[in-house]
């Protein structure tokens, strides 16, 4: 099935630095979510956006809903040991209905913080 | 907030045998949800969509006679592996939204299923 292509894969950083990551589509989705998902357990919801240009912050974590409704970032600001997790951006191609909850998972972002 | 729990959270079972993981909401009627495969490291790829009282609709390429979908009450839905071989494991994870209460147009997810077939 489609995926989102999310990048970087993964990513190694030391305590205090920002992150950055993203998501591209070739297909327009109405909404865009950013889960964080730890070892042996299921995603966690971090951000939803639901309107194209939208940005949203969620303490340290800021997402954009791109313009073209194609794309995505999610930004980690001044980072800390227990953001190490697999994030992973996620689509939802209708506005509700009976395609709500129906989601494209992007590949995830491994990421790897150093104290 | 809507909590959904998923049992077993492990489960390691032999080569032909059939297992069943329960998805359940616990405060909340689930009447859809949805039933994803994750290989480790990877993405988690949707398999099937499962409302309450009708038949579950599957993704491409997702077998309908293997992994077999039922969702027979609004705060329970299951997923049997049948037959199950190695290349079936892999770690099952649900999600579910419904009406009403904490669930009311929220998207909520287990934490996941984790099947080993020897």
């Known amino acids: 099935g489609q995926q989102l292509n999310q990048s970087p894969q993964s990513m190694f950083i030391q305590e205090g630095e920002d992150v950055s990551m993203n998501c591209t589509s070739s297909?327009?989705?109405?909404?865009w979510l950013w889960y964080k998902q730890e070892p042996g357990e299921g995603p966690v919801l971090l951000i939803a956006l639901y309107k194209a240009g939208e940005l949203t912050s969620n303490g340290r974590l800021t997402a954009q809903f791109g313009i073209t409704r194609k794309d995505s970032f999610l930004n980690i600001s001044a980072s800390i040991p227990s953001d190490v997790g697999i994030y992973f951006c996620a689509g939802q191609k209708g506005a509700g209905g009976t395609s709500y909850g129906k989601l494209t998972f992007g590949q995830g972002t491994i990421l790897t913080v150093h104290p | 907030g809507a909590v959904v729990s998923q049992h077993p959270s492990r489960v390691i079972c032999k080569s032909g045998t059939s297992v069943k993981i329960e998805c359940r909401s616990l405060d909340f009627q689930a009447t859809t949800m949805f039933w994803y495969r994750q290989f480790p490291k990877k993405s988690l790829m949707l398999m099937a969509t499962?409302?309450?009282?009708?038949?579950?609709?599957?993704e491409q390429g997702v077998e309908k006679d293997k992994f077999l979908i039922n969702h027979a009450s609004l705060t329970l839905s299951t997923l049997t592996v049948t037959s199950a071989h190695p290349e079936d494991s892999s770690f099952y994870i649900c999600?579910?939204?419904?009406?009403?209460?904490?669930?009311?147009?929220?998207?909520?997810f287990g934490a996941g299923s984790r099947l080993t077939v020897l």
């Open positions: 499962s409302n309450e009282g009708s038949k579950a609709t599957y």
């Open positions: 999600s579910a939204t419904g009406t009403g209460g904490q669930g009311a147009n929220v998207l909520t």
């Open positions: 297909s327009i989705f109405n909404t």
